[in-house]
């Protein structure tokens, strides 16, 4: 790389953001731009801010294909937080998001989307052996299936 002092005049001299007099990359830039968003406290939904904020650290880090660009990447979070929120994701799902992250990360070959956490969430459990009618995936197991229409066909 030329120094600037020795660029050839009209070419732009490349900007390095600095942390502590210390050039550093614009991924790391991103990283921490990131922690600083996870991390405001009385943000609304602060919690689920956090849960993002570090599912997208570890992505970043594990530079899955299909990654937000640097600049882009607290958007991307911000954007995720909205369609989250839609769902109703109280803090009694954390457990439920961390799990969902978990599997996320592990077959991750893409930059995943909202909607494939949202599809990997675990069901929700009010007591144990209750499942609530929004259980998170939408979807019943064979065996509620079959139960359920067992009883429809009694009914007819």
């Known amino acids: 790389m030329i120094p600037v002092w020795r660029q050839a005049p009209g070419v732009p001299a490349r900007i390095r953001p600095e942390v502590?007099?210390?050039p550093v990359s614009r991924e790391v830039m991103a990283i921490r731009n990131l922690a600083q968003w996870?991390?405001?406290p009385d943000a609304p939904h602060a919690w689920l801010r956090g849960e993002i904020g570090t599912l997208f650290q570890k992505l970043y880090a594990m530079r899955v294909p299909g990654?937000?660009?640097?600049?882009?990447?607290v958007v991307t979070?911000?954007?995720?937080?909205?369609?989250?929120?839609?769902i109703n994701l109280t803090e009694a799902d954390k457990e439920r998001f961390e799990s969902a992250a978990r599997r996320l990360r592990a077959g991750a070959d893409r930059w995943p989307t909202p909607a494939k956490l949202i599809e990997m969430l675990p069901r929700r459990r009010d007591a144990p052996g209750t499942?609530?009618?929004d259980g998170g995936e939408g979807r019943t197991d064979a065996a509620t299936a079959r139960e359920q229409l067992r009883k429809i066909r009694e009914g007819l």
């Open 38 to 40: 996870k991390s405001v």
């Open 77 to 86: 979070a911000e954007a995720w937080l909205e369609v989250l929120t839609e």
């Open 131 to 133: 499942i609530q009618a």
């Open 67 to 73: 990654h937000p660009g640097a600049d882009t990447l």
């Open 20 to 22: 502590d007099g210390v």
